[in-house]
C-alpha cells in the first residue's frame, strides 16, 4: 500500500482527542523551521534526525528500538515518510530496494542491539550495491566479534577435524558459547587422501580404552574451598546465587544437598533456574531478592557471570559490605566481569566437584547453633515470598480475571472496540493460567518468553522446577527467537512440553518455523500475546512520543483483529483463539492433547504499564527536555504514580549508560521528594549530582 507524503489529518484529531500534544509537521525541505526552534541543549538523537534531513534522507525504513523512540517524532515533524516493518531484516532490505529504486541511497534505522544484528543478511546482499557479491573473506573475522568465544576460517584441508574438535570442546567451557569454524569452498571441494591425516592429539582416544579427560572436571583447592564453608556457616545472613555453569555442568542434585545441609537461602539465575524447585522454602526470587542481597553478610556466587542484570555485584545491587567466595569453571571470570568488590575466596574448578567437597566439609562442621543463627533470615525472606505471591500473584490475578483489560486502557488504540467486543484477556492472567495448566500437566514443562510486554508478568508466574526451562531473551532483549527455540528444545527433549509467548510483532519474524514444527513432528505450542502492537500499550500510547503522523503506527494492520490461528490453520496445527480468561486452561489441555504443534492466539493487553515502561518514560522525557504534561493522560497518570522508587532507579539506569543527570532534574519530571530520593540513594551507596 503506497503511504502518503502528507500527515494524516485523522491522526492528528485523534491525538487532539486523548489530550495529547500534536507537534507541528514541515515539508522535509523546511525542516530549519522545526531544528531552529530546538532548545540549546538538546540530546544526541536530535543531530541524527537534523543531519539525515540536511543530507536529504527524508525516506526511511525501520523497526523501533528504544533509544531512538523520539527519532519518530522528529522526523515526523520534519515531514519524512518512514515505514514501520514486522522483521529487522525488512528494513535493510527495504532500505536497499529504495537505493536500487531511485538509483541512489537509502537508510535503515534497527535498535541497536537485536535489530542491529538481524541486518547482516540484507547488508551481505547491498555490500556491492546489491548484486550478492558479498566479500566473504573480509567480513569472516569482524562480524562474529562480539557474537561468540572465536570463529576461525581454516586455511588448510588437513586442520579441518583440529578446529571442529577445539570448537566442540571450547563451546561447552564455562561460560558456554558459541564457536565459529568456517570452511572455504575450496577446501570443501578439493580431495585428499583422509588415510594419510595427522593423528591428532585426542582423536588417538577415540579407538583405545583411554578415556580423554573431561572438560574442567577437578575440584578447587581445598583449603579455599574450606574457607568458603567456614564464611558461609559462621554468617548470620548467609546467601546463594548460581548462574548457568550448574546446569551445564548438572550440579543440581549437589547444589540441593548443600543448601539443605547448610539450610542458606538460594537464587537461581539464568539456565540454573529450577536447579532448586522455585517452590522449594530455601528458594528466593524475585520478591525477596532486592533484600536478601542487600542485607547478606556473606554470600556464594557459583557458575554465574555477573553482568548489569546483578548490578556487577557492586553496591547498591550487592551489600557492599557482605564477604563472597565466588566458584567459577573459567579463571577468566574471576577477572573480567565484575566480580563483587569484597571477594573473600575465589575459587576455580568444576561447579558441581567444588559442590561435593563443600558437602562433604559442611557435614564436619553444621549443628544445630550454627543453623539456628540463619533462621531469622531464612525466615524474612519468606514472609517476604509469599507476601509476593499473594499480593503480586493471587491478588492481581484474581482481581483482573474477569476484566477485559481494554475496559480501562486509556490508548487511542484502533482496535479497543474489536477487543471489547470479542474479548480479550489480562497478560498476569493469561500468564498464570497457561503456565500453571502447562505445569500442571507436565512439571518438567519449559517456557520460553518472547514478548516485551509479557516477560515482567511472564517470568514469575512461572515456578521453574528443573534447570534448562526458562528460555528468556536475556540482556539482548530481542523478539522472535521462540519459535526456534522451541524447536530445539522439542528436539533435545521429546515428550517434554514447552511454551513460547510471542508478541504480536515479534511472531512475525519467525512465523513460518510452525511449517517447520509440522514437517518434524514437534508439538511446540506458540502462545500469541496479541496486544495489536508492537511493544503493547507503551507504544499504542500515542501521545507518549507525539506522533504527528499515522502512517508510523506501532500498531499492526489497524482496525480489526489479525486471525493469525486462521492463517496458519491450513498447515494442519492445532489452533486455538482465547478471548476470555475462562478460555485459556482448556485451550493448553487441548493443544497439549493433540500431540501436534499448536498456536494458541490470545486477545489481550496489559492494563497497567509496565515498570520498566516507567524508568523508560522518565528517562526518555529527561533526555529530551520534556515535560509531563508532553505525555497523554495514561503516561501523565504513571509520571504522578512514579514517585521516589522509580526516579531513583532510571537515576541508576542512567548511570549504568554512564549518563549523570542532576537528581533534581529527574525530580522535577517525577514530582518525587528530593530528599527523600537523597535518602534512598544515601542508603544505597549511590552518589549523585
Ligand atoms: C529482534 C528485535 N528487534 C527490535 C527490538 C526492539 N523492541 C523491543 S520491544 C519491541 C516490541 C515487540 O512487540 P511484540 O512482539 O508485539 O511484543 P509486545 O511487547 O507487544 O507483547 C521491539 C521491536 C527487539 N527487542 N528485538
Ligand atoms: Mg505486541
New binding site residues.
Given amino acids: 500500500m503506497p503511504m502518503p507524503d502528507s500527515p494524516t489529518p485523522g491522526m492528528v484529531a485523534d491525538m487532539k482527542v486523548v489530550g495529547a500534544k500534536v507537534l507541528r509537521r514541515v515539508p522535509p525541505e523546511r525542516f530549519r523551521e522545526i531544528s531552529d526552534a530546538w532548545p540549546d541543549e538538546v540530546a544526541g538523537c536530535f543531530m541524527v534526525a537534523r543531519t539525515l534531513a540536511e543530507e536529504g534522507l527524508t525516506t526511511g525504513f525501520s523497526?523501533?528500538?528504544?533509544d531512538y523512540m523520539y527519532m519518530w517524532t522528529l522526523l515526523g515533524e520534519m515531514g519524512f515518510t518512514m515505514y514501520h516493518h514486522r522483521h529487522?531484516q525488512a528494513p535493510a532490505w527495504g532500505a536497499g530496494g529504495y537505493a536500487i529504486g531511485t538509483c541512489g541511497p537509502g537508510f535503515a534505522m534497527?535498535?541497536r542491539?537485536?535489530?542491529m544484528v538481524?541486518l547482516h543478511a540484507p547488508l551481505t546482499w547491498m555490500e556491492r550495491g546489491g548484486a550478492q557479491e558479498y566479500n566473504v573473506d573480509r567480513t569472516l573475522g569482524s562480524m562474529w566479534d562480539g557474537v561468540c568465544k572465536w570463529a576461525h576460517r581454516v586455511i588448510d584441508i588437513h586442520d579441518i577435524a583440529y578446529w571442529i574438535r577445539k570448537a566442540h570442546r571450547d563451546c561447552n567451557m564455562d561460560p558456554r558459547g558459541p564457536c565459529v569454524v568456517q570452511v572455504p569452498s575450496d577446501i570443501l571441494i578439493d580431495r585428499f587422501d583422509h588415510r594419510h591425516e595427522r593423528q591428532l592429539y585426542d582423536s588417538a582416544y577415540g579407538h583405545g580404552t583411554k578415556r580423554a579427560p573431561d572438560i574442567q572436571e577437578g575440584g578447587g583447592r581445598l583449603e579455599d574451598v574450606e574457607k568458603a564453608v567456614d564464611l558461609l556457616l559462621n554468617a548470620e545472613r548467609p546467601m546463594i546465587c548460581t548462574g548457568s555453569a550448574i546446569y551445564y555442568s548438572q550440579a543440581w542434585e549437589e547444589l540441593k544437598e548443600f543448601v539443605e545441609l547448610t539450610q542458606i537461602p538460594v537464587h537461581c539465575r539464568r539456565q540454573s533456574r529450577g536447579s532448586i524447585p522455585e517452590n522449594h522454602p530455601l528458594h528466593f526470587h524475585g520478591g525477596p531478592r532486592p533484600m536478601v542481597f542487600a542485607e547478606t553478610d556473606a554470600g556464594l556466587i557459583i557458575g554465574l557471570e555477573l553482568n548489569f542484570l546483578e548490578g556487577f555485584g557492586q553496591p547498591p545491587f550487592f551489600s557492599g559490605s557482605a564477604k563472597f567466595a565466588v566458584v567459577q569453571e573459567n579463571p577468566s571470570l574471576h577477572y573480567l566481569t565484575g566480580s563483587p568488590a569484597n571477594v573473600e575466596v575465589a575459587i576455580l574448578g568444576n561447579v558441581k566437584q567444588v559442590l561435593r567437597q563443600m558437602i562433604e566439609i559442611a557435614k564436619t562442621k553444621v549443628s544445630p547453633q550454627k543453623l539456628e543463627r540463619h533462621a531469622p533470615f531464612v525466615k524474612k525472606m519468606q514472609d517476604i515470598k509469599e507476601a509476593y505471591f499473594n499480593t503480586r500473584i493471587v491478588e492481581r490475578v484474581s482481581r483482573n480475571y474477569n476484566v477485559n483489560p481494554c475496559l480501562n486502557c486509556c490508548s487511542p488504540c484502533s482496535c479497543r472496540d474489536e477487543y471489547l467486543r470479542l474479548g480479550a484477556v489480562d497478560w498476569e492472567v493469561l500468564a498464570f493460567e497457561a503456565v500453571q495448566e502447562m505445569q500442571a500437566a507436565d512439571s518438567r514443562a519449559s517456557i520460553i518468553i518472547?514478548?516485551?510486554?509479557?516477560s515482567d508478568v511472564l517470568t514469575d508466574k512461572f515456578f521453574a522446577n528443573f534447570p534448562g526451562t526458562t528460555c528468556d531473551?536475556g540482556i539482548h532483549?530481542?523478539?522472535?527467537h521462540s519459535m526456534g527455540i522451541g524447536i530445539g528444545l522439542q528436539v533435545a527433549r521429546p515428550g517434554r512440553a514447552t511454551m513460547g509467548f510471542?508478541?504480536?510483532?515479534?511472531?512475525g519474524?519467525g512465523a513460518m518455523e510452525l511449517e517447520t514444527m509440522m514437517r518434524y513432528k514437534l508439538p511446540h505450542m506458540t502462545m500469541i500475546?496479541n496486544?495489536h502492537?508492537?511493544?503493547?500499550r507503551s507504544?499504542v500510547e500515542s501521545g507518549f512520543y507525539l506522533r504527528p503522523w499515522l502512517e508510523v503506527s506501532w500498531q499492526n494492520w489497524p482496525g480489526f483483529v489479525i486471525r493469525y490461528d486462521e492463517m496458519f490453520k491450513p498447515l494442519g496445527i492445532h489452533t486455538e483463539f482465547i478471548t476470555g480468561s475462562d478460555q485459556v486452561r482448556p485451550a493448553v489441555r487441548r493443544s497439549m492433547e493433540s500431540g501436534k504443534p499448536a498456536l494458541l492466539h490470545a486477545l489481550g493487553d496489559c492494563s497497567a504499564t509496565p515498570p520498566l515502561i516507567c524508568v523508560l518514560a522518565l528517562y526518555h522525557a529527561w533526555s529530551w527536555g520534556m515535560k509531563p504534561s508532553d505525555f497523554s493522560p495514561g503516561i501523565q497518570a504513571d509520571f504522578a504514580a512514579m514517585g521516589v522508587p522509580f526516579t531513583v532507579a532510571t537515576l541508576g539506569f542512567l548511570n549504568g549508560y554512564g549518563i549523570y543527570p542532576k537528581l533534581e532534574e529527574l525530580t522535577a519530571l517525577s514530582g518525587a521528594d528530593k530528599g527523600q530520593c537523597e535518602d534512598v540513594l544515601r542508603a544505597m551507596g549511590m552518589t549523585w549530582v
Fill in positions: 523497526v523501533f528500538g528504544w529487522d534497527v535498535d542491539r537485536p535489530g538481524n518472547d514478548s516485551f510486554s509479557m531473551c532483549m530481542g523478539v522472535g510471542v508478541g504480536d510483532s515479534g511472531f519474524i500475546c496486544n502492537a508492537w511493544g503493547g507504544c
